[in-house]
């Protein structure tokens, strides 16, 4: 695993609120590519100030590719996605819960992404929480930081991502 490169994947089942998680992020609504997101420094309690003038301020600027449609949903894969050569640093993507959702984690797992899985459940459109049936917190676990947090709320778990990302680049820079 090269904890210089991050996967942010939000899991769950259809209508569970992984596409409102990214359009909360980005605060408007986004499709799959590269994007810009700006974080600041007010969504950390501290503020590390570097030496050079040109990296002190109070925001970080970051390009992201994001997958918003999950590979699940639209029938592709992965590995026919990315060039191999040129991965992105740091992606967000959409899996579903099913058995195929592990091969896509799977796949960003073997290219030596950093896993970083919020699971919505209960999801938005779901009254009751669901078990873990295919082990995907079993299976993934180790390889980064696994929560399971509810889809009808995303201000909290947004900014845990958001939080989770600042506090990575800092470590990792960008």
Known sequence: ??????????????????????????????????????????ELDVFVKNSSFEETGKEISIDIFIRNASFEEYGDEAIDFFDLENLPKIVFCSVQYIEKGIRTINWFKDNGYYLYIQWLNPGY??????????????TFKDFGEFQKVTGKEKVN????????LLNWILKNGK
């Open 1 to 42: 695993m090269d904890e210089n490169k991050l996967a942010i994947l939000v899991l769950g089942k259809p209508n569970s609120g992984k596409s409102n998680t990214w359009y909360a992020i980005f605060n408007r609504t986004i499709r799959t590519g590269w994007k810009k997101l700006v974080l600041s420094n007010s």
């Open 125 to 138: 459109k779901y009254d009751i929480e669901y078990s873990d049936y295919l082990d995907f917190e079993k």
């Open 157 to 164: 778990r947004t900014l845990e991502i958001r939080r989770f």
